[in-house]
């Protein structure tokens, strides 16, 4: 174990372990599970568990690249960076591509999949949160998840014929910015959320996931999720909710890729 710790894994690995462990087993037990804050819209327990979900995801794809290598490239890094934001992961892929544009069919792939990534953590934040939601949105959620992963497999093969590789050197298993940055975005949307239907009804409800979808569509799958846990809307109405949030969230993506590189939004239609 000595030899693992010292020679395997590196600072700032260990350091991620030591926060996983201390987030995990120190503050999740200490947290209350009931309803606070204002409209009693915040569960502290639940938004935890959101937050140490996705540390987990993206250790999970971190250490994917660590084991595989960097023989899958850029479509392997896609898909774990995806796990921490999807838009940030096909902004980097459209710049890298307008800077290197012969690894234009593997950015291409690493953007598609990181898509894939988006879909696998909000079945994973919905399970953690509803499970009936997560049943109402299973065909939706299905049907998306298959065909960016088909699309991405298309162009990761392509890629592994002899693109240009990534580099898979030790680094941060996860962002814990990110992953606090999600929870307070969780919260917030969740307030809103709760006042918009307080003060609007259902229409502020989908204006408010609607709006937040453009940010970050988990933030607003989950604090959808946790108005029908809680028995403030059916399942029923959580999905064009849910559904309002994930559009709007495809076309920040569009905007990022036109903005960094619009020949491959071009490729990416074809």
Not at 243 to 265: E, F, G, Y
Request: glycine share 8%; charged share 10%.
């Amino acid at each position: 174990m000595h030899h693992f710790v010292r020679s395997i894994l590196s600072e700032r690995e260990v350091a991620d372990g030591l926060i996983f462990a201390g987030a995990t087993l120190v503050v999740l037990p200490l947290l209350p599970d009931q309803q606070l804050g204002p409209y009693g819209a915040l569960n502290p327990r639940s938004i935890w568990i959101i937050v140490i979900l996705v540390m987990a995801i993206s250790a999970a794809g971190y250490i994917a690249v660590r084991t595989l290598g960097a023989r899958f490239g850029l479509a392997v890094a896609g898909l774990a960076s995806g796990f921490v934001s999807s838009i940030a992961t096909i902004g980097a892929m459209g710049t890298r591509a307008a800077t290197t544009p012969t690894v234009l069919g593997a950015a291409v792939a690493g953007a598609v999949l990181s898509t894939v990534a988006t879909i696998a953590q909000m079945c994973a934040v919905l399970a953690a949160t509803s499970m009936t939601v997560l049943r109402e949105l299973s065909i939706p959620l299905l049907c998306a998840g298959l065909a960016a992963a088909a699309y991405g497999a298309i162009f990761t093969i392509k890629a592994l014929r002899g693109t240009e590789r990534v580099d898979s050197q030790p680094g941060h298993a996860f962002s814990f910015s990110s992953a606090i940055i999600l929870a307070a975005s969780l919260s917030g949307i969740l307030v809103v959320s709760a006042a918009l239907r307080e003060n609007f009804g259902e229409i502020g409800v989908i204006v408010g996931a609607a709006l937040a979808g453009f940010a970050d569509t988990h933030s607003a799958a989950v604090s959808i999720a946790s108005l029908v846990a809680s028995g403030k809307m059916s399942p029923a109405d959580a999905i064009s909710r849910i559904l309002a949030a994930l559009s709007t969230n495809t076309v920040s993506k569009i905007i990022v890729v036109l903005r960094c590189h619009p020949l491959a939004l071009l490729r990416h239609a074809d």
